[in-house]
């Protein structure tokens, strides 16, 4: 029989910690808010009609992702060798050949020999490709618009100018 005699100490609860920081802390915001730009700038593309109807039945379904767009970001327009490509995007070159694998099923990159190593092959964009890279830079357009109409054009400018000097900032402290 448990002991309720006023000798006997009742447990308080721990304190719980304010775990608030986790859900508003920098780089959760800013991630969130890539997620959403990447995501905006998909939806333009689905409705863009200079986007090939098949890439834009893709997108509007959801089967082009932000990793998709890794290759629209980081692939040069003169072509670049895959290990090149994943560095630039800060993947792994076994992730970016499945990206480009499945580009190229799509008709987006094309895969040729590298003229300057012949063991080597470079990744290109097709003309189908180009008209994607288009879309993508109309997309971002139309998305940052957005942004600085909702943010307002004095945060907006204030935030790409912070970011900027963050992401060109030294990462070996």
Same mark, same amino acid.
């Given at each position: 029989?448990?002991? !309720? ?19 508003? $802390? ?15 700038? +998909? ?9 090939? +109807? ?15 767009? $890794?290759?629209?970001? $980081? ?57 994607? +890279? ?12 957005? !942004?600085?109409?909702?943010?307002? $054009? ?20």
């Amino acid at each position: 029989m448990p002991d !309720f005699s006023p000798a006997a100490p009742l447990a308080t609860p721990a304190p719980v910690p304010d775990d608030r920081w986790r859900q508003t $802390h920098l780089g959760r915001l800013m991630g969130s808010a890539l997620r959403r730009f990447d995501a905006r700038v +998909l939806q333009l593309m689905a409705r863009n009609v200079e986007v090939p +109807l098949a890439l834009s039945n893709l997108a509007a379904r959801d089967q082009v992702t932000a990793a998709h767009v $890794h290759i629209t970001r $980081h692939l040069a327009l003169k072509g670049d060798r895959l290990t090149d490509l994943a560095q630039r995007a800060g993947m792994t070159k076994q992730a970016m050949a499945n990206l480009v694998d499945q580009c190229e099923a799509w008709g987006l990159v094309t895969r040729e020999a590298d003229p300057l190593d012949a063991r080597a092959r470079r990744v290109y964009f097709t003309p189908t490709g180009l008209a994607w +890279l288009q879309a993508f830079r109309d997309a971002v357009a139309q998305a940052e618009a957005e !942004f600085r109409a909702e943010v307002g $054009h004095d945060v907006a400018t204030v935030v790409a100018i912070g970011l900027e000097a963050y992401a060109g900032g030294d990462t070996g402290a």
